[in-house]
């Protein structure tokens, strides 16, 4: 956010990468990839998934600030 601020950028909030994956339609997109996909495909998908969004995993672990030099609306 020092940075932002040094730089005249703009910035919103701080998110989990959960929320940050989540607000940006990764269950939407892994939906329309498990259309086409074998039974190992959707589990892996379906594992990879949960290890990308779980609190227990990386969900919570990582977190992502975005930054712009437009103005930020929620």
Excluded: A, H
């Amino acid at each position: 956010k020092d940075i932002c601020i040094k730089n005249k950028l703009n910035y919103f909030k701080i998110f989990s990468q959960k929320n940050f994956l989540i607000k940006n339609g990764i269950i939407e997109r892994k939906n329309k990839i498990l259309i086409n996909s074998t039974k190992k495909q959707k589990n892996d998908i379906e594992k990879g998934l949960l290890r990308l969004i779980s609190d227990d995993q990386m969900g919570s672990l990582f977190k992502c600030l975005v930054v712009s030099t437009n103005t930020i609306y929620e």
